[in-house]
């Protein structure tokens, strides 16, 4: 209790300018004490300012100055708490930096602001703001943030605050700035003049905040982009090089074919020389042994000997071969090298002729720097496909007809046979040809509006609505069209799409590189909706109608 006792003491013997205990302590006539130092320096500040002398925390104002006389009571009370060692100061983090905004009421070293009054214009500590909550004419002044800035909103000319606007001159004036310079001008209360400049404010927040919207969109189509052309690259440069590879292997091949063939033929030739080589060698050998018999028998003296040993000769035997070898120039395999050095001359004149056409193909890639600018449609064209409705699919509300490109929707249901692939509980209609390399179809509509899809084979044909539904699901995507608006659809995600408004809407489908893109068709084309994907399954074209005699058809594009 005598602690609590203690710092209540130690509050009531505060200074409410520099919050610590008062030094010299003084008593002015509204009864309110201070430091003699902190006083004289609020008034002279003041004198400064408005020629005025107040209370810092009642706002009384004195005429004449007041003298300052220490009281001595109070400065025993203060002598006698200081014994006590209870004497306390504010945190370090409680005064004010370089950076911050200073109380204005504080002396020495000043505390850190936690409002500025607009109305004052001057900036308060927590000690020193507690009039305004406090005193009835305070609390009707405008408290902000603290602020370095209040005393731009003072009056050079007359020192008063600035409350009110010229719309003349467009600038903040004081009040007796009306009476002279800006008299007869068109004023208002600057609050008035915020009002107005705020909903200004609202509305050019409003059309940058669509503008941020629609860049974002641009940007989301351009980061599309670029995953579309590096997936893209990254898929052509993995086909080039498995069909290089096929072209280097299959070269490689025929390279292995011709050399063995080559040492096969070359195995077979030299056995057949080598074969006769053999008899001819034979054949020498025994001419020569017939040759020394002759030799023998002819140095025989004895004639009777010769003459007796000579019939036991045997006879000299026939030659299987000719006489002579005609051996023909020593061209062997020249004729195959000549052959392969033709193939490969060939080769290469098909490859520079061809290399040129296929970097002109890669220079020819276009890359869409703006989403929307219309694009020919002679590029989509090389790759349009005819594409049929499948009966079997079709809900039995939906009409076809020109050989099962056209859909339209029927009051009176159609009198299809039951199929498991039929749509039951919504109005949708598949292809029949099912879509897996480069494809590009467009679809004609009339009517309240039309979904143009694409969906794996495996979507549910009757259950709830996401089950069948385009663009409910993860099976199917869809653009809704009507006559207001485009909306793309997948997996329940629904994204807003702008672009100019055609009843004809083209579908360009990359299956492998998993690129979708839906374009508004007229003498142009206008890119509405790009799709980056991985697509696991085939896809089928779908339909959808909104309503009793709407329809769709697909087009045969030329």
């Known amino acids: 209790m005598a602690q609590r006792e203690n710092q209540l003491d130690s509050k009531k013997l505060s200074c ?3 919050l610590d205990l008062l030094k010299d ?12 130092n902190c006083i004289k320096s609020f008034w002279d500040e003041e004198e400064e300012k408005k020629k005025i002398h107040s209370c810092p925390q009642c706002q009384k104002t004195f005429i004449p100055r007041p003298v300052l006389v220490k009281s001595i009571m109070l400065a025993e009370l203060v002598e006698e708490l200081k014994k006590t060692g209870l004497q306390a100061a504010p945190a370090d983090h409680c005064y004010a930096g370089p950076e911050d905004v200073a109380c204005d009421v504080c002396t020495g ?12 214009p001057a900036s308060y500590c927590e000690k020193h703001l507690q009039p305004h909550y406090d005193a009835a ?27 009110i606007f010229c719309r003349t001159d467009q600038q ?40 941020i919207q629609d860049r974002e969109k641009d940007v989301k189509l351009l980061q599309q ?22 072209l280097i292997r299959l070269i490689q091949k025929r390279s292995s074919d011709v050399k063995q063939q080559v040492r096969s033929q070359q195995e077979t030739e030299v056995s057949r020389v080598k074969e006769l080589q053999e008899k001819l060698e034979q054949e020498i050998a025994e001419l ?8 023998q028998l002819s140095h025989t003296e004895d004639h009777n000997q010769f003459l007796h040993n000579y019939p036991s000769l045997s006879a000299l035997s026939e030659s299987t071969h000719s006489s002579s070898i005609n051996i023909g120039p020593l061209r062997y395999f020249e004729d195959v090298t000549a052959a392969v050095s033709e193939t490969r001359d060939k080769l290469q004149d098909i490859l ?13 890639v276009d890359v869409l720097l703006s989403p929307r600018k219309p694009k020919a449609r002679a590029e989509p064209l090389k790759y349009s496909c005819e594409i049929t409705l499948d009966p079997n699919t079709a809900n039995k509300h939906l009409f076809l007809s020109e050989k099962n490109r056209k859909a339209t929707f029927k009051e009176q249901q159609q009198s299809y046979f039951s199929h498991p692939d039929r749509f039951i509980s919504c109005w949708q209609v598949l292809s029949r040809e099912s879509l897996t390399g480069r494809c590009y179809w467009e679809v004609e509509w009339r009517g309240k509006g039309i979904y143009v899809a694409v969906a794996y084979k495996n979507i549910s044909r009757a259950g709830s609505l996401n089950e069948c539904v385009f663009g409910l699901n993860d099976k199917s995507w869809a653009l809704s069209c009507d006559s207001n608006s485009y909306k793309f659809f997948y997996n329940k995600v629904q994204t807003d799409v702008s672009g100019p408004r055609s009843s004809r809407v083209g579908v360009y489908l990359d299956h492998r590189a998993g690129i979708l893109s839906f374009y508004s068709v007229s003498e142009t084309m206008t890119l509405l909706h790009r799709v980056q994907t991985t697509f696991t399954q085939p896809l089928y074209a779908g339909l959808m109608l909104f309503e009793r005699g709407d329809t769709a058809e697909l087009i045969k594009v030329k």
């Open 16 to 18: 409410s300018i520099c």
């Open 25 to 36: 302590p003084v008593t002015i006539p509204c009864g309110h004490s201070y430091c003699m």
């Open 109 to 120: 070293r000043k505390l850190k602001a936690t409002k500025s009054c607009l109305s004052c």
């Open 137 to 163: 004419p305070l609390k009707k002044h405008k408290l902000v943030a603290p602020s370095k800035k209040l005393q731009e909103n003072i009056c050079s000319r007359h020192d008063e605050v600035m409350n």
């Open 172 to 211: 903040s004036i004081c009040y007796l700035c009306t009476m002279d310079e800006h008299k007869g001008h068109e004023t208002v209360p600057a609050a008035a003049e915020r009002t107005e400049k705020q909903k200004e404010l609202e509305v050019r927040r409003l059309n940058i905040q669509q503008r």
């Open 225 to 246: 982009e670029v995953e579309a052309i590096n997936g893209s690259a990254d898929k052509a440069v993995e086909d080039i090089e498995k069909m290089l590879t096929e």
């Open 288 to 295: 020569k042994r017939k040759d020394a018999e002759l030799e």
């Open 352 to 364: 520079r002729e061809e290399w040129t056409n296929i970097s002109q193909m890669v220079t020819k």
